[in-house]
């Protein structure tokens, strides 16, 4: 089995930053997995953020967050991050990190096998 935990969230004010962190564990998880990270806001539905293959070098975003998003890994410590510059209130939501397990990165939940729990973002007008 595969275990993400999700940290990093918090309230934040409109223009400020946050880096979220995913930590990554267990017999069955590999550095040669693609990793992402979703959001889901209240009454919506989950929609993706950004991916990055096994070994960093392609990543892909959701074009509500290009340009302010980075997504970034360190296979040495099976830790994926999300560098959140600039966010807006229509940032805040539960986010959600996930692994696939496939060196492909991917924007569709549905192809990936592993979730975390969740964290918390606020971002406040």
């Known amino acids: 089995q595969v275990q993400l935990v999700e940290s990093g969230g918090g309230l934040v004010q409109a223009g400020g930053s946050l880096r979220l962190s995913c930590a990554a564990s267990?017999?069955?998880?590999?550095?040669?997995?693609?990793m992402g990270w979703f959001r889901q806001a209240p009454g919506k539905e989950r929609d993706f953020v950004a991916a990055?293959?096994?070994?960093?070098?392609?990543?892909y975003y959701a074009d509500s967050v290009k340009g302010r998003f980075t997504i970034s890994r360190d296979n040495a410590k099976n830790t994926v991050y999300l560098q959140m510059n600039s966010l807006k209130p229509e940032d805040t939501a539960v986010y959600y990190c996930a692994a696939r397990s496939s060196i492909y990165r991917s924007d569709k939940g549905r192809e990936y096998d592993y979730w975390g729990q969740g964290t918390q973002v606020t971002v406040s007008s």
């Open positions: 267990g017999r069955t998880f590999s550095t040669y997995y693609a």
């Open positions: 990055i293959n096994w070994s960093g070098g392609s990543t």
